[in-house]
């Protein structure tokens, strides 16, 4: 949609908002007398996506963005319609844009007492995170939050030991890795065995193509730090999905939290929710290279 398209998205969302009210946090009197000045505003703040049957519009969908990814919001179909895939149908193209704009993740709001709405956003690869918050017009509802991990094409993370290439990663680490150059193979087994070790793997052949370890206690603090894309494998977005990875894996452990050091990847980790120190002269390091 352009803003030419302001018309047709408020009239999509005020039926949304007349058919099925308990499903937004926003309302029908609040939204049918904003000018036409709003509507232009609120197409430009992201992708939005209208489903139609002929010239009909049957359903409703946008992707924003947030700090730690893409959101899926203002997702209706016409009750009349459900049940025909044009849910399934509006995710896919979300999930899709998100996934061209290099978004590690797309993440939502559905509400716990909506069992077809969560059905359909795990048969679309939402999983929940744990969080929820109560409606904001009616706190005796629940919203369960749900988010999507976008990997590549062709691209599976493990945390899984066993399948690391211990003597490829050595050699990425210690052959091209301007922090880590000359690092010895028994250096970098300890710090394999005392890190928690994500591998990128090609799904069709196993191969591992990125690495990235954290040091944690998995209760307070943790260190990101070693991660490494395959040469041959840049530009496809492995950089972002591997600190997503860590991301979505420490979060349920609360942490207050998860730092870094990067001389050159500053955009990569901000995607994923990374900010400059606040206070640097808080801190202090004890140099053991010295």
């Not at 519009?57 to 899926?72: E, I, R």
């Not at 301007?178 to 193979?185: D, E, I, M």
């Not at 196993?206 to 530009?235: K, M, S």
Request: glycine fraction near 10%; include cysteine; charge should be neutral.
């Amino acid at each position: 949609m352009t803003d030419q398209d302001w018309q047709t998205l408020r009239t999509v969302r005020l039926r949304a908002l007349e058919q099925n009210p308990e499903a937004f946090g926003s309302t029908l009197e609040r939204e049918r007398d904003r000018p036409e000045e709003y509507w232009r505003g609120r197409i430009a703040t992201g992708a939005w996506f209208i489903a139609r049957d002929g010239s009909h519009p049957v359903g409703l969908a946008a992707t924003v963005a947030s700090p730690t990814g893409q959101l899926l919001v203002s997702m209706w179909v016409d009750p009349t319609r459900r049940g025909r895939g044009v849910g399934d149908a509006l995710v896919a193209a979300v999930l899709a844009r998100a996934r061209a704009e290099g978004a590690g993740t797309v993440s939502l709001t559905v509400g716990e007492d909506n069992a077809a709405a969560r059905a359909l956003y795990l048969r679309a690869g939402f999983r929940p995170t744990g969080e929820r918050e109560p409606h904001p017009r009616d706190p005796g509802r629940w919203h369960e939050h749900l988010r999507a991990r976008l990997l590549p094409d062709g691209i599976e993370i493990s945390t899984d030991p066993a399948r690391l290439d211990a003597a490829l990663v050595h050699r990425w680490l210690s052959e091209d890795a301007y922090w880590a150059l000359g690092r010895s193979r028994e250096k970098q087994d300890r710090a394999i065995a005392g890190s928690l070790n994500f591998g990128a793997y090609d799904a069709a052949s196993g191969a591992q193509l990125g690495y990235a370890r954290v040091v944690t206690d998995l209760a307070t603090f943790a260190w990101l730090c070693d991660v490494y894309v395959a040469r041959t494998a840049r530009g496809r977005g492995l950089g972002t999905a591997l600190a997503t990875a860590v991301r979505d894996h420490l979060a349920p452990y609360e942490l207050r939290r998860v730092l870094l050091s990067t001389g050159d990847a500053h955009q990569v980790y901000a995607r994923v929710g990374f900010e400059p120190l606040a206070e640097p002269g808080k801190w202090m390091m004890l140099d053991g290279t010295r």
